[in-house]
């Protein structure tokens, strides 16, 4: 498959979990008061509840935001719920500032991440095995 030049490709294909990023128009910070980024939080749990998508972790910033879900059966539902999303909030946020028309979204980028693997040298303590080194002491001991 050829990717275009100009955008990022979306290969929503498989089911599984996605992490997703877009950016705001020129990086303009359109989201720049709570009233704002309160009205985009209320269109993006809207938008991907009813696509099906069941969110993880998310951040919604003044100028980009990224969020990892679950996709439904078919993951390329994500297209029309951020079409929905970036249209529904241009369309208020240009409502709001008299600008109709005005470009808000750019582009977004997603990746399929169920086959992430992160090397981690953390080795963790069983609980409860040195408690004179931590200083606490378990529940019940006297």
Same mark, same amino acid.
């Given at each position: 498959?050829?990717?275009?030049?100009?955008?990022? /490709?979306?290969?929503?294909?498989?089911?599984?979990?996605?992490?997703?990023?877009?950016?705001?128009?020129?990086?303009?910070?359109? &989201?720049?008061?709570?009233?704002? +980024?309160?009205?985009?939080?209320?269109?993006?749990?809207?938008?991907?509840?009813?696509?099906?998508?069941?969110?993880?972790?998310?951040?919604? &910033?003044?100028?980009?935001?990224?969020?990892?879900?679950?996709? /439904?059966?078919?993951?390329?539902? &994500?297209?029309?719920? +951020?079409?929905?999303?970036?249209?529904?909030?241009?369309?208020?946020?240009?409502?709001?500032?008299?600008?109709?028309?005005?470009?808000?979204? $750019?582009?977004?980028?997603?990746?399929?991440?169920?086959?992430?693997?992160?090397?981690?040298? $953390?080795?963790?303590?069983? #609980?409860?095995?040195? /408690?004179?080194?931590?200083?606490?002491? /378990? #529940?019940?001991?006297?």
């Amino acid at each position: 498959m050829n990717d275009w030049p100009h955008s990022p /490709p979306h290969r929503l294909s498989e089911q599984g979990a996605y992490m997703v990023t877009c950016g705001t128009y020129e990086k303009a910070h359109f &989201l720049n008061t709570s009233e704002r +980024l309160n009205m985009l939080r209320g269109l993006f749990f809207g938008c991907l509840e009813e696509a099906g998508w069941i969110l993880h972790a998310w951040a919604l &910033l003044s100028n980009h935001y990224h969020f990892i879900a679950s996709s /439904p059966a078919d993951p390329s539902s &994500l297209r029309r719920a +951020l079409s929905k999303l970036h249209t529904l909030s241009a369309r208020e946020l240009n409502r709001q500032d008299d600008r109709p028309g005005r470009k808000v979204w $750019f582009q977004y980028f997603d990746t399929h991440i169920d086959r992430l693997s992160v090397a981690d040298a $953390f080795d963790p303590q069983t #609980p409860g095995s040195k /408690p004179e080194e931590s200083g606490v002491k /378990p #529940p019940h001991s006297k």
